[in-house]
C-alpha cells in the first residue's frame, strides 16, 4: 500500500473547509447532467413562449387582416415592446420565482433525506462551505438558464416582433433586477429547508408570499419596500415594476426592494449557516 | 498524526439524548493504535450514535471525546482530516459513477498530481473488486456494491482511523469474507472501529471488544480475554460411572466455586467453576480420575464463544428494547 506522501494535502480552509470540491460537485449537477438543458428549455418555454403569444400571436388573433380593433373599440393599448416587456418579466417574477423555490428547497432537503448531507459532512468539509457551495452554485445555474438565456431570447423576439431595440446596458440591469428577485426566493428556501425538513414548509412559505403580493402590499404597504415583488411586477399606481422603469428610462420611485432583496439573500444565508452548524444527522 | 498516547479514540462520560430517549450514557471508550476494535450492541443499542458523535455529526448532550487528541465538538473537521467513514445505509449522489465517487471524495483530502489521483482510484475500486462496475451511475448498484463501494470511499485516503458502521451488513457471506480480509489487511496501516451485529466477524478479527446495551458499556476487553469468560474460569468434564461422588470430592475442593452437571445416556456432563486456575490445572483431572469405577471421556477448560459471552451480557429477551 502506497502511502499520501505522494499527494498534495488540501490546505486548512476554515470555514470554507471543502467548499471547492463541493462547488465542483454542485456546478456538475447543473452542467454535467441535464439539469441546464432542462430548465433552460422549461424557461424558454414559459417565459418566452407566453411572450410569444402575448405579442406574437394574440394581437394577430384580436386585428384580423383589414379590422383596426383600437379603432373601434377606442381603447388605449401599450406599444407592443413594452407589452411584451411588462408581461416577459411578470412572467419571470412569478413563475420563474416558483420555479426556483421548488429547485431550491429539494437542495438541501433532499440531501438531507437521502442521507448524502451526513455521507458529505463525514469528510473534512465545513458546513458553511456545504451552504454557500449549494447557494452560489445554484445561483449561477438560475442565472444563466432563468434570466440570462430567456432574457436574451426575450430581447430578440421583441425586437424582431415590436421592432424595439432597447439599450443594452438598461436591459441588462433590468436583467439583473430579475436575478436579484430569483436570489431572494432562493436564499429564503434554503433558509426554510435548513430549519425545517418538511418540504411543504419550504415551499408553501415562499409561494405563499410571491403569490400572495397584493394581498401583503394591500394589508401592510410597507412591505413593499423590502420585499423583491416590485423589482419585476407592478405592485401599485405608485409602485411600477422597477426593471421595466429602468429599461424605459422612467424614473424609479426608490431603491428600497432592491437593496431589501440583496440584504435579505444575505440574511437568509446567514441564518442557514448558522441553522445548519446545528443541525444533528 | 498527533501524538495522543498511543490511544485514537478516547471518550469520558460521553452521552446522548434524543427528547426523552436516552441514546448513550456515560460512555468511556478508549481504542488503541492500530487495532480493531469491535462495537457490538443490539439494535438501538447506541452504535451509531456513538459513530456519529465521534464524527461530529451529532453533538454529545454531555462529556467529552476526542479522537487523535482533537476535541470532537471543536475540532471535527480536522478530525475528519485523518477518518473513513462508512454508514450503515451508505448513500452517495445517484448520478454520479462509482469512479466519480472516490474523485469527489479524495478531492476532500488531496489536490493532485491528477495521475497519481486517478492510479489510488483505480487501485481502491480494485481493492473492493468493482473493476467492472467503476464507471456505471450508483443508480443501478446494489445493496452489496453499495457497501464495497463505502469500503472504497472510507479508505481511498487511506485514514489513520477507519469507522465503518456495520460493514458486512448487506453482504453475501462471500462479500463479508472479503470485507473481513480488507480489514485484516489494512490493520498493519490503520486503526479500525467497527460497529457489528454479526458476533461470528467480530470473532474472527477484532482484537479488542466493546459491548454495549441500551446506551451502556457492558463490557469492554480483548477479545481474547472476553472469550475466556469474563474473567470466570470454568472447566468442563465428561465422566461415566458414579457422578456423586465425584460431585462431592470435587465440591470439597476449596477452590472450587460452583459444580453443575447433566447426564444423559449414562454420561455426565460437568461445568466446574473454579476460582484458582493453577490449582484446578494440577489437581481438577486427577480427582475425576482417582474416584474408582468413573471414566474421564473428556476435559478442558471451557471457552466462550461471543455469542454466548453477548447473550449473558445482553439478555435474549430484550433485543433492541430501549
Not at chain 2, 217 to 231: C, R, S, T, Y
Request: neutral net charge; proline residues 4%; aromatic residues 8%.
Amino acid at each position: 500500500m502506497a502511502s499520501n506522501n505522494e499527494f498534495e494535502a488540501v490546505r486548512n480552509q476554515g470555514q470554507l473547509q471543502g467548499f471547492g470540491n463541493l462547488m465542483h460537485k454542485e456546478n456538475r449537477l447543473w452542467w454535467r447532467t441535464s439539469r441546464w438543458w432542462v430548465q433552460t428549455l422549461i424557461w424558454l418555454a414559459i417565459s418566452n413562449g407566453i411572450l410569444l403569444m402575448v405579442i406574437g400571436v394574440a394581437p394577430k388573433m384580436e386585428n384580423p387582416p383589414g379590422q383596426n380593433s383600437n379603432a373601434q373599440s377606442g381603447e388605449t393599448q401599450q406599444p407592443l415592446d413594452i407589452l411584451g416587456l411588462t408581461v416577459f418579466l411578470k412572467i419571470a417574477g412569478i413563475a420563474t420565482a416558483i420555479g426556483v423555490a421548488v429547485l431550491a428547497q429539494d437542495t438541501l432537503i433532499g440531501e438531507k433525506q437521502s442521507g448524502t448531507a451526513a455521507w458529505v459532512l463525514s469528510k473534512p468539509v465545513s458546513r458553511s462551505a456545504l451552504i454557500l457551495s449549494k447557494v452560489i452554485a445554484n445561483s449561477t445555474g438560475i442565472l444563466i438558464s432563468m434570466v440570462i438565456v430567456p432574457g436574451i431570447i426575450a430581447y430578440l423576439i421583441i425586437y424582431f416582433i415590436a421592432g424595439k431595440a432597447y439599450p443594452v446596458l438598461p436591459y441588462a440591469g433590468a436583467l439583473g433586477m430579475f436575478f436579484v428577485s430569483l436570489l431572494f426566493w432562493l436564499t429564503l428556501a434554503i433558509m426554510l429547508s435548513s430549519l425545517s425538513s418538511t418540504r411543504g414548509l419550504a415551499i408553501g412559505i415562499p409561494l405563499f408570499l410571491i403569490l400572495g403580493f397584493i394581498l401583503f402590499v394591500e394589508i401592510a404597504p410597507f412591505t413593499a419596500d423590502f420585499m423583491p415583488w416590485s423589482l419585476t411586477n407592478v405592485v401599485s399606481a405608485t409602485r411600477p415594476a422597477m426593471a421595466v422603469s429602468l429599461v424605459l428610462g422612467q424614473p424609479i420611485p426608490t431603491l428600497m426592494p432592491l437593496f431589501g432583496s440583496i440584504i435579505g439573500s444575505l440574511v437568509f444565508t446567514m441564518v442557514a449557516i448558522w441553522r445548519f452548524q446545528k443541525e444533528e444527522f | 498524526m498527533k501524538n495522543s498516547n498511543g490511544q485514537v479514540i478516547e471518550t469520558h462520560g460521553l452521552s446522548k439524548a434524543y427528547k426523552n430517549v436516552v441514546a448513550l450514557k456515560s460512555l468511556d471508550l478508549k481504542v488503541a493504535k492500530h487495532s480493531i476494535f469491535g462495537f457490538l450492541g443490539p439494535n438501538g443499542a447506541g452504535k451509531t450514535t456513538t459513530i456519529k458523535l465521534l464524527l461530529g455529526l451529532a453533538r454529545p448532550t454531555s462529556g467529552t471525546g476526542s479522537i487523535f487528541g482533537d476535541d470532537i465538538q471543536h475540532q471535527s473537521v480536522e478530525i475528519r482530516r485523518h477518518v473513513g467513514y462508512l454508514a450503515q445505509d451508505p448513500r452517495y449522489y445517484e448520478s454520479m459513477t462509482a469512479r466519480e465517487t472516490l474523485r469527489f471524495t479524495l478531492g476532500f483530502f488531496f489536490t493532485g498530481p491528477k495521475n497519481k489521483i486517478e492510479e489510488r482510484i483505480a487501485e481502491t475500486i480494485e481493492l473492493v473488486g468493482l473493476e467492472d462496475k467503476a464507471d456505471r451511475s450508483i443508480r443501478g448498484f446494489s445493496g452489496g456494491e453499495r457497501q464495497r463501494l463505502g469500503i472504497a470511499q472510507a479508505q481511498v485516503n487511506y485514514p489513520d482511523l477507519l469507522i465503518l458502521d456495520e460493514p458486512a451488513a448487506s453482504l453475501d457471506p462471500m462479500g463479508r469474507h472479503d470485507v473481513l480480509e480488507v480489514m485484516e489487511r489494512l490493520r498493519k496501516y490503520t486503526t479500525i472501529f467497527y460497529s457489528t451485529h454479526i458476533l461470528d466477524d467480530v470473532q474472527k478479527v477484532s482484537d479488542t471488544v466493546c459491548i454495549l446495551n441500551h446506551g451502556e458499556l457492558v463490557a469492554e476487553a480483548p477479545i481474547q480475554e472476553l472469550l475466556a469468560g469474563n474473567g470466570k474460569v470454568v472447566f468442563r468434564l465428561q465422566t461415566r460411572g458414579d457422578t456423586e461422588q465425584i460431585r462431592s470430592l470435587i465440591a470439597g475442593q476449596p477452590w472450587v466455586t460452583a459444580v453443575q452437571f447433566e447426564q444423559s445416556d449414562g454420561r455426565a456432563d460437568w461445568q466446574i467453576s473454579v476460582s484458582d486456575l493453577n490449582a484446578a490445572e494440577d489437581q481438577l483431572l486427577g480427582l475425576a480420575i482417582s474416584v474408582p469405577g468413573v471414566k474421564v471421556i473428556s476435559f478442558c477448560q471451557s471457552k466462550y464463544d461471543l455469542e454466548e459471552v453477548f447473550m449473558n451480557l445482553v439478555g435474549g429477551n430484550n433485543h433492541g428494547k430501549q
